[in-house]
């Protein structure tokens, strides 16, 4: 039984790879699926430890970049940027949660349920440099795309530096890092710099 249960979890999260993202991947002209990014955060996580703001246990901010959009087979993918969809994402997700994570035998289901409730209350220095690595990526690949993504749903500098808020406390070397992204993107017209009403 227990072994059924686990080889159903991995078979669910093989929907991960049909949720895509708004972030195009860097050398085609297509989105970035989930799966994709949260492989990326995960290596991120490896290569970028000695950043965070706090020693962290490197292998615990890896399991939670893993799992942290497990959610997003129920709720979509919410686009940071979208108010209206952002208004339910809380409760979408959670509904998402209860139903993905009870797939697991009782003991992991409670382990890593317990890991994406950790990401999203973003307390722990683990929790902290994880959400600096989800925030930071997306910032990364629109610039190196030259924004395109930005261009397209028509964004402006202040929404990305709502993103900050997220950064903060994980690493400032990252924190800095998209500081120095969204001024360069302003100056070659890749964000918007006019205030938002």
């Keep these: 039984m227990r072994f059924s249960q686990q080889i159903a979890f991995l078979l669910e999260l093989d929907k991960l790879k049909n949720i895509y993202r708004r972030t195009l991947v860097l050398h085609e002209n297509r989105a970035e699926n989930d799966a994709e990014h949260s492989y990326h955060l995960a290596i991120m996580a490896c ?7 706090e020693k962290v246990d490197v292998l615990h901010v890896m ?7 497990v959610v997003e087979i129920d709720a979509g993918d919410t686009y940071f940027y979208d108010t209206v969809g952002n208004q339910d994402k809380t409760e979408r997700e959670q509904k ?4 993905i994570f009870a797939i697991l035998p009782e003991d992991q289901a409670k382990e890593y349920r317990s890991l994406w409730n950790e990401f999203e209350a973003r307390i722990t220095p683990e929790s902290k440099f994880a959400n600096a690595l989800d925030r930071i990526q ?30 903060h406390g994980g690493s400032d070397r990252i924190e800095q890092l998209a500081q120095d992204i969204i001024q360069t993107a302003i100056e070659q017209g890749m964000l918007l710099n006019d205030k938002l009403n």
């Design 47 to 53: 290569i970028l430890a000695e950043h965070s703001k």
């Design 63 to 69: 399991k939670m970049v893993l799992i942290h959009d």
């Design 96 to 99: 998402a949660a209860d139903r």
């Design 138 to 167: 997306p910032i990364l690949l629109n610039f190196q795309k030259g924004g395109i993504s930005w261009k397209t749903h028509e964004i402006h500098a202040e929404q990305v530096r709502r993103n900050l808020s997220m950064i």
